[in-house]
């Protein structure tokens, strides 16, 4: 046997922080006791921070951002929180973020990175990314002295935290498959106004569609606390790279991985037995344990 799934033991997963984008004059921890892992406020915006330091809080931010509190840290893992008026607020308000130590990010794709300038100026946290993701940053206004690259390989030392990038790859879905979806969801909702339009386009901005994101700039990170847990966090979900397995070689088995799901419409289409995406659920390799 000797394999294992997600485990949560004694730590915590924060509940998701929708509930205003304004969080200006409301306590710190609506309706939760002063418990940080009940709070709504997440620690960024000033929500209240774990005490007791082997305890780690994560707490998901929507779609791929997480924050992660441990020790008096506060990491955030992506940054895409303004996410334009059709989007519901995500709790994060950037230019009120009061406290951010590092922001890891996964790959330069506008929906994963469009905020981490900002509240890197406003906190002087760290921006760690693949080299297309520090220059564009850099370009969207982060001070060069606070971008780390990483190309995959790297260990990176915080305190209490060992922190490992590997090279992974995004996926790709045919241009086709694409405008069909585009189309669905115009369908459904209905087509954005000019109004709403220019403001997704201005979002849409902070980032690249650079090609070289696929193949050079979707970085995996594997967490491992002081506490001996282990945290892997891909927000992509290309094919499984070199890089990847080498990480799950030296990190499995993780306690919680959190992989993304690519935007397939046809569910099997993620799945490895199908040759158009052979191995395209890495996230297996790290739940398997020394048998
Ligand atoms: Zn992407």
């Given amino acids: 046997m000797g394999r294992r799934f997600i485990v949560f033991r004694a730590h915590c997963l924060a509940i998701v922080a929708f509930f205003s984008g304004n969080t200006v004059g409301l306590p710190q921890s609506i309706g939760a006791g002063g418990d940080p892992c009940r709070s709504l406020v997440p620690a960024a915006m000033g929500g209240p921070m774990l005490r ?97 690259t990483v190309t995959g390989g790297e260990t990176l030392q915080f305190p209490g935290v060992t922190v490992d990038a590997a090279l992974a790859q995004h996926p790709v879905l045919p241009r086709v498959v694409l405008e069909a979806l585009g189309k669905v969801y115009e369908l459904d909702a209905g087509p954005a106004t000019p109004a709403q339009d220019a403001a997704e386009a201005a979002i849409a901005a902070k980032g690249t569609f650079s090609p070289d994101v696929i193949t050079k700039g979707t970085i995996a990170y594997g967490f491992t606390f002081a506490t001996g847990f282990k945290l892997l966090w891909m927000d992509s979900a290309g094919p499984l790279t070199e890089g990847v397995r080498k990480l799950a070689a030296k990190l499995a088995p993780v306690d919680i991985a959190i992989v993304s799901f690519a935007g397939h419409p046809v569910a099997q289409m993620q799945s490895s037995s199908d040759p158009r995406n052979r191995e395209a659920v890495p996230a297996a390799h790290f739940f398997a344990g020394p048998s």
């Fill in 52 to 148: 007791d330091n082997n305890r780690i809080m994560l707490r998901w931010l929507s779609t791929a951002n997480y924050e992660l509190v441990y020790r008096g840290q506060v990491f955030l893992l992506d940054a895409y929180f303004d996410q334009g008026p059709r989007s519901r607020p995500t709790g994060v308000i950037p230019d009120r973020v009061v406290k951010t130590d590092a922001i890891f990010i996964g790959h330069a794709h506008y929906d994963h990175m469009s905020d981490a300038a900002p509240i890197a100026q406003m906190t002087n946290a760290k921006v760690i990314g693949a080299p297309i993701t520090i220059d564009t940053a850099e370009k969207l206004g982060l001070p060069p002295a606070q971008g780390i």
